[in-house]
């Protein structure tokens, strides 16, 4: 990883707080299974070698073509999961105030969310989905049921928790992170009520601001895609909005906008950047493929590299970690550069143990890989 002595300054100059910020996120919510595909058994439990690569798990299968498989998936844990509720998790652990609203379960909260529907008062609206996660060293497949986040619309989270009580908790809210739009059907339409219903009641709030994440719209038509993006525009009317978007995000979004896009280096990272910014009109894109990241503003484009881990304890919920870290640290004050720097510390410190880091934990893996 490189830090530049400028970001390395900056941290020792601005502090990395977030207890007087609040945020509200949604709107999915998953039951994480994470699995890891078996290869070769020597005996039971976790005695076995798993499959090493997404090219190898692909081979296994088109061998079976025209005959049949039979493949374990070894279940390593359960955990909640959805775009929504890990970045939520994540901006908890960092120290901000966090309300959630989206799907984890309904009438009665998912075992596995009780602990997080506690700690951010949440408001739940559906059941949630189910993904089963295959994890390899080059990545990861992740296979959906998202049938029951078919229910969430606006009228259902209006139904919950009231027009006025949900304008008041956008109200008070530094941060509003809307994310996974291609798992939840109907979100284009929620948004669209949302920007013309809700947000021009909302007062003024000098620190509001927006993020938005369409999580592998790889599945949706450019048509949708298209239009999701001219609604996503349409907030920078009253905040500024962040979209965040992984490396073959920033291809799709490059594709559909008709724009040029390029390779994973530095220039040509922050030159798609620059010009899906452009092309949409709002204050800031992020692209972050594993091994570096790149915004940019109105003011210029910057990029990092990150702490690359060569054996990851987790994938799964990394680009969400990302997220969390470059909002937290953009309401921290933080620079463009420096935010890029301590998203890809989150995420780097989530990968190293599976678990969410404090802000001072994101601080000491930037500096010990300085």
């Known amino acids: 990883m490189q830090v530049t002595q400028k970001v ?72 909640l999961g959805g775009n929504g509720p890990i970045m939520a998790n994540a901006m908890l652990s960092l120290g901000m105030g966090v309300r959630y609203i989206g799907g984890l379960g309904n009438p009665n909260i998912h075992p596995v969310f009780e602990e997080f529907a506690r700690k951010t008062n949440a408001i739940s609206i559906s059941e949630p989905g189910i993904t089963t996660a295959m994890e390899f060293k080059d990545g990861k497949v992740m296979l959906g049921n998202t049938l029951s986040l078919e229910e969430i619309d606006y009228s259902r989270i209006i139904g919950a928790c009231g027009e006025g009580e949900f304008i008041d908790l956008l109200s008070k809210a530094d941060l509003i992170s809307i994310v996974n739009w291609t798992m939840i059907p109907k979100m284009t339409d929620f948004l669209v009520e949302l920007v013309d219903k809700i947000l021009p009641n909302l007062p003024p ?57 390029g390779d994973k280096d530095e220039d040509s990272l922050k030159k798609m950047a620059s010009n899906i910014r452009r092309e949409l009109g709002i204050s800031t894109i992020v692209l972050h493929p594993v091994e570096s990241a790149a915004c940019a503003t109105k003011d210029g484009a910057w990029w990092t590299t990150g702490p690359f881990c060569d054996n990851p304890k987790i994938t799964t919920g990394a680009g969400d970690h990302f997220n969390a870290g470059f909002c937290s640290a953009r309401l921290s004050g ?37």
């Open 205 to 261: 709030r000098d620190t509001r601001s927006f993020f938005f994440d369409l999580a592998d719209p790889a599945k949706r038509s450019s048509s949708d895609i298209k239009e999701v993006l001219t609604v996503i525009s349409r907030f920078q009317a009253h905040a500024e909005v962040t979209l965040g978007l992984n490396y073959n995000e920033g291809l799709q979004v490059c594709d559909v906008l008709g724009l040029k896009s």
């Open 334 to 370: 933080f620079s463009p550069l420096t935010s890029l720097a301590l998203a890809t510390c989150t995420s780097g410190h989530y990968v190293r143990t599976a678990q969410s880091p404090s802000t001072s934990q994101v601080i000491e893996l930037l500096k010990q890989n300085s």
């Open 8 to 79: 390395l300054d900056e941290i020792n100059t601005t502090t990395f707080s977030l207890s007087s910020k609040n945020s509200i996120v949604g709107l999915d919510g998953f039951v994480d299974k994470i699995v890891a595909p078996v290869e070769k058994r020597h005996g039971l439990g976790d005695n076995f070698d798993p499959v090493p690569t997404i090219a190898e798990m692909g081979a296994k299968i088109s061998a079976a073509a025209g005959k049949s498989a039979n493949i374990e998936l070894y279940p390593r844990f359960e955990k």
